[in-house]
């Protein structure tokens, strides 16, 4: 079956570290993967995708993720963590195809900035 | 000039009673969803519509109803509110059954 496993429920980071988010997904055909982020309260904002081409994807905020298929993960970075970069990150992998055109996110990863 | 939009933000009703939340999108999008995160922040799809047609009803219950008059609104319908009802539920909007959702602010429900 498929799914998205986010290894790291909580992590901590010092501001202007780098930060590396894990997801691993199980899905038998190429996946289109996503990273989204949740700020406190608020919804889902997208980070970034992958669909096909380049396996390192750019995002928005500085965020970066790179497709792996061998090691069937899709993990999420970024040089230098900022405070605002506190909050929930979901990993999803999309499945489409006939009637089954959804996203399955991964528990989420809640991070912590500290000064 | 919000992508998504959702009614009520915060909802607080008791249990057995029936509740609706809307959802409108100004993106011109073609596909619409219901998200459902639990206590734990777990996110699974409950339904999707393309072009007002139902696509994807995961399991939900007979108890959840969606309704999508036209491409840019799909509401979402409760009756006889369960407590295990509580969550937060997002819309999310996509250009076509393959794109990337993007996500309402979410509607917070909470049945005592």
């Known amino acids: 079956a498929q799914s998205v496993t986010q290894p790291d429920i909580h992590i901590t980071v010092s501001e202007g570290a780098s930060l590396e988010l894990r997801c691993n997904y199980s899905y038998g055909a190429t996946p289109y993967l996503f990273w989204y982020v949740q700020s406190p309260g608020q919804g889902l904002q997208l980070l970034l995708k992958?669909?096909?081409?380049?396996?390192l994807v750019q995002g928005i905020k500085g965020f970066e993720a790179e497709f792996k298929r061998s090691q069937s993960s899709f993990n999420l970075r970024k040089p230098s963590v900022h405070w605002s970069d506190a909050a929930e990150y979901f990993c999803a992998v999309g499945l489409y195809g006939g009637a089954t055109n959804k996203l399955i996110f991964g528990t989420g990863t809640l991070l912590a900035v500290q000064p | 000039d919000t992508a998504v939009s959702q009614t009520p933000k915060y909802l607080v009703t008791q249990m057995g009673n029936d509740k609706s939340i809307k959802c409108e999108q100004n993106l011109g999008h073609d596909t619409m969803y219901w998200y459902k995160q639990d206590s734990k922040k777990f996110l699974k799809i409950m339904f999707s519509?393309?072009?007002?047609?139902?696509?994807i009803n995961e399991t939900v219950p007979n108890r959840f109803s969606p309704k999508s008059p036209d491409k840019a609104h799909l509401n979402l319908h409760i009756n006889s509110l369960e407590l295990g009802d509580s969550a937060v539920y997002f819309c999310?909007?996509?250009?076509?059954?393959?794109?990337?959702?993007?996500f309402g602010p979410g509607t917070r429900l909470t049945v005592t």
């Open positions: 992958y669909f096909s081409g380049d396996t």
């Open positions: 999310a909007s996509s250009q076509s059954e393959q794109g990337s959702p993007y």
């Open positions: 519509y393309n072009n007002k047609e139902l696509i």
